[in-house]
């Protein structure tokens, strides 16, 4: 039984987005009685963010739709220490110049999730740069510093695992917890943030940062972390043998995209529906219920829905009509992701088919490449790979291309000039 009031923690507990709660009464009330501003953070360690990225990105946006106001906080300044959360070594650390890029860079992804506008509820994008930049230490140690004990810090997952583990934790790291506390303050000063959203991983750190702004300003917070996502077989969301599932065009394709949520397991098509998507629950209801090979029919309105929310709805279509011609009408269609060799090679004796596949990025080495011919995972032009000396020849051309395929997963035309 639903036990909230208010729009917001409703649709989240109604969509599977709540792990632990800090007050959950207080904070629906809150959200009951008028625009609650919450923020979740982003390291900028990177010029894109990724699937393990978009449970935050999406509870955003949810914030959002139920009348509230989303704040963005990228890691600028948080950035150049490192979080020790769920790490077992110290982060390389990036300079100022390469932080901004990348932070120039990841806004575009939350225009597509997100509206940005002046409005009470229009989401906002901050750096905690702007103020951690400009902390004196002498100061900051003696108003925040004294509100934490080391006892306590030393139970902190991202601490004690790591000491656990024997592994180094860095000074620089562990006051990690320390400025992402100080965060909460401050953006309660500059915007009004009564509630810090993250994963369960950041348990500690939001608690923490919870207990600050209490401390210090007298205030009602509030924290509230999602589950770890992994998926039926136990596998952490969005890892894959090729690499992370990035959110922009430029690092992963739409069409890969769209491939790698039409290939979600049958069991997580109704809970990834519910997360992922903007579907109304009795829609995702009917589809969940779906059985044989109509759940492929459900994976395919999961995979055009995900990606039309990172990469446009015309992108998205595209997407699953160039599938629907590979697959369904056994087409090379054009818009799959392709690479060029130059027509010398294919000549003669040609290419190992192991090595293209390697070349492609179908497989991460060739190793792997013969595991897939072996496993009969491996098709040229729709034709499984018989095995593992087999070549391709200029012959096996089709209108200028080949289509190499590996499982249902990945494609790629091979051209030829």
Known sequence: ???????????????????????????????????????????????????????????????????????????????????????????????????????????????????????????????????LGKLEYIPFLRDIGRHFTINRMLTMDSVRLRLEREQPLTFLEFNYMILQSYDFRELYRRHGVTLQMGGSDQWGNIVSGADLVRRTEAKAAFGLTTPLITTSSGAKMGKTARGAIWLTADRLSPYDYWQFWRNTEDADVGRFLRLFTDLSLPEISRLETLGGAEINEAKKILATEATSLAHGRAAAEAAAETARRAFEDGAAAETLPSITVPALDLGGEGILAVRLFVDSGLAASLSEARRLIRGGGARLNDVPIQNEAQRVLITDLRDGAIKLSAGRKQHRLVRAE
């Open 1 to 131: 039984m639903n036990q909230f009031r208010s729009d917001f923690l409703h649709t989240l507990n109604e969509r599977g987005f709540i792990h632990q709660q800090t007050d959950a009464p207080g904070l629906d009330a809150a959200a009951q009685a008028g625009v609650v501003t919450a923020y979740i953070g982003f390291d900028a360690t990177a010029d894109s963010l990724h699937v393990g990225n978009l449970v935050g990105i999406m509870l955003l946006r949810r914030l959002q739709q139920a009348g509230h106001r989303p704040i963005v906080l990228m890691g600028g300044g948080t950035t150049r220490v490192g979080d020790p959360s769920g790490k077992d070594e110290t982060r390389q650390l990036l300079s100022e110049g390469q932080i901004n890029e990348n932070i120039a860079s990841i806004r575009e992804i939350f225009s597509h999730y997100l509206r940005f506008d002046d409005s009470p509820t229009g989401a906002i994008m901050a750096n905690n740069d702007d103020w």
